[in-house]
């Protein structure tokens, strides 16, 4: 699963970027795989003691700044939207801060305008492009009235009454046949976006009436707008696991707004983790929500999808709570489940097979 950075010059994108990437800066890159934190999976490598632990990764790529016209203007180019159609996922960073060395690139900060000029954007692009594809529609029915056509037209004038109302895509509740029959169009306005404000570090008494502003402007980005310090967690990034802790208390900071992001991202991709546990690692596995025991036994390994005899199940919670494999048996949460068992996120799974 991939996840497009995007944002306005000095947003403080790349900043983030090179945070994720391990990157100083003096690498020329655009593209990262990134580990997602999980809590959950520390607690077990720290009871098991493997000789490796192995997260769930997300891919992370850079999309190069939006330009500015002659007449001092953002521009959004062809280029950019191509770029920004082949991810799952956006994250748009947003500048919240005053620095005279980095100016805004169009002279003033405001977080709102810059929000609403992104969102416009996309939402005219996806409103041109399916008052197109109605055009198409009526003209290609009128010769044959084929079944995916006769699908995709009342879906596309849905699309043009929401878009036509201001209102982004992603929100609209699709079942799988509609979701399968758009799958190649890639709409902007449809796919999860996350809002990431980025704020100065003496900024933390104003942080979270502007965050409430933003939410009260944007109601459809409103569960999805994080506010970070992008600065602050570059250098959080630099220091030891010992050092970052110590930092972060002493700034009266929990959990690091990266954290959240990478967390939040997983989840909004429809995502979810199952562990596998042992001596020799604990690992993650990323699969989508609603995989059964069987599909989930594939991500592992082929040959246990074709050859799956049972899964035994216990769930990270009940784990923790009882110590031990045995002990969760006897507490009769510990169960054998066959093919067909919708996995939930946090279980813990050994694969029976042939």
Known sequence: MQIGLIGLQNSGKTTLYNTLSGNDGSQNSSQT????????????????????????????????????????????????????????????????????????????????????????????????????????????????????????????????????????????????????????????????????????????????????????????????????MAQFEYELSQLSDEDSSVFMEDMGIKESALSRILESSYKLLGLQSFFTVGEDECRAWTIKKGYTAQQSAGVIHSDFFNKFIRAEVVHYDDYMKYGSFAKCKEAGVWRLEGKEYIVKDGDILNIRHS
């Open 33 to 228: 795989i990134v580990r997602v934190p999980d809590k959950r999976l520390d607690e077990l490598t720290k009871l098991f003691n493997p000789k490796k632990q192995v997260n769930a990764i997300l891919e992370v790529i850079d999309i190069p700044g939006l330009q500015v016209s002659d007449n001092g203007k953002v521009k959004i180019t062809s280029d950019f939207l191509t770029k920004v159609k082949n991810n799952d996922l956006l994250l748009h960073i947003v500048r919240d801060f005053t620095n005279e060395s980095v100016p805004h690139p169009e002279g003033k900060v405001n977080s709102i305008n810059d929000i609403s000029f992104i969102d416009t954007e996309f939402l005219l692009t996806d409103l041109g492009f399916v008052e197109s594809r109605l055009e198409k529609l009526e003209k290609e029915l009128q010769k044959n009235k084929l079944d995916k056509l006769v699908r995709e037209k009342p879906l596309f004038e849905r699309f043009k009454e929401i878009l036509e109302n201001e209102k982004p895509l992603r929100d609209l509740v699709l079942d799988e046949a509609e979701e399968k029959l758009i799958s190649g169009y890639q709409l902007l306005t449809i796919k999860p976006m996350i809002i990431g404000v980025n704020f100065s570090d003496d900024a933390k008494d104003e942080i979270d009436s502007k965050i409430t502003k933003i939410r009260e402007n944007f109601p459809y980005h409103s569960e999805n707008t994080i506010a970070f």
